[in-house]
């Protein structure tokens, strides 16, 4: 029987809830876990701390996924940093020496929620596949409208979750609507409006929900280097590799954000510069990624106003691409795997990058 690894880094009492309630509880639906478990044999990772895992073991949801799946904990004795993205990339490396001996690692976070489906799907396509990662954008939704959502539902099918994604998204998300006033400067994804209908995203950092495992994946076998995983991957895109979930008809995974910052333009940072700023650090993988569109639909029919904004869109990021080159030179610094850090403080200095 085939074998798959689910990777969980999670901590702190907030996360846990979060990854508790409404990660495993998207999770457990019938179309996720339990169908996998006809045919898979599953490997649930924990990496967290000590003092979190009595939360788990009080937790209904934890109890249920107990009684399903093999679930193994990792703790992790101290964080060597208070870098949130370091931290999981440290974390998502160990889970990648765990999964070795698998045939798929499924990269999951705790403010996750897969609609029902999604996860089964997820894997069934990359099986399929010759490729070696399954990438798809997670689009931020606000968090307290997505718990009500998720509390007020048993099982959240792949269109509903879409549509309430739409409705719901977080303002950050929003500020990178193309065509609005206000835009935000670091536009690591950006978004089309199809009219009422739906939406179109063209992200330069994608999320790999799911990758192969074997000698055939020298890019997984050789571990994350640098800031994220997402970041990583999304760098060293190649075509033979990554299979892009280009719409939402059979997977559908959204994330439930409290972000509380804003990277809404100020007064005194125009387009054109805040655009040559942001896109230092995007080298011709990122903006081949964006070149590959993801349509989120409301209700999965397809239209010309759909094919005429995806030809739109397209034109906007090759136009963005094409007069915002990459500074070779800064982007080696400022992603190196030691120095990075260190240097992006020099640059922000020197107004070299906005952050």
Known sequence: MASVLISNPVWGKKNCEIFCNYNLKS?????????????????FLIL???KDIDYFTNNNYFSSLKSLVDVEFYILKEMLTKNKYKILTFLQNISITFAKEKDFIVFNYADFFWSNKSLINSILLLKDSRKNFLSFFCLPVKILNAKKFIDSNNRIQINIASKFALENLHPEAELR??????????????LFKVDRLGIIIRAYHQTVLVAKLGVSSNLLNNKINGNSLDEFFSSKYDSDQFEVVENNKKIMVFAL?????????????SMKKVLKNSFRRLNDSHRKLSERHILIFKNNRYSKKWKNKIRESFNVVS??????????????????????????????AFNLLFD
């Open 27 to 43: 999770l457990l639906y019938s179309g996720n876990i339990p169908s996998l478990l006809k045919n898979y044999k599953i490997k």
């Open 48 to 50: 967290t701390r000590e």
């Open 177 to 190: 609507l193309w065509g609005q006033k206000t835009f935000s400067y670091t536009p690591t994804f950006i």
């Open 257 to 269: 954000c409290d972000w509380n910052h804003s990277t809404s333009m100020k007064n005194d940072k």
């Open 319 to 348: 136009s963005l691409n094409n007069n915002n080159p990459t500074n070779k030179f800064l982007y080696y610094i400022l992603t190196h795997k030691i120095y990075g850090p260190f240097f992006q403080k020099i640059a922000r």
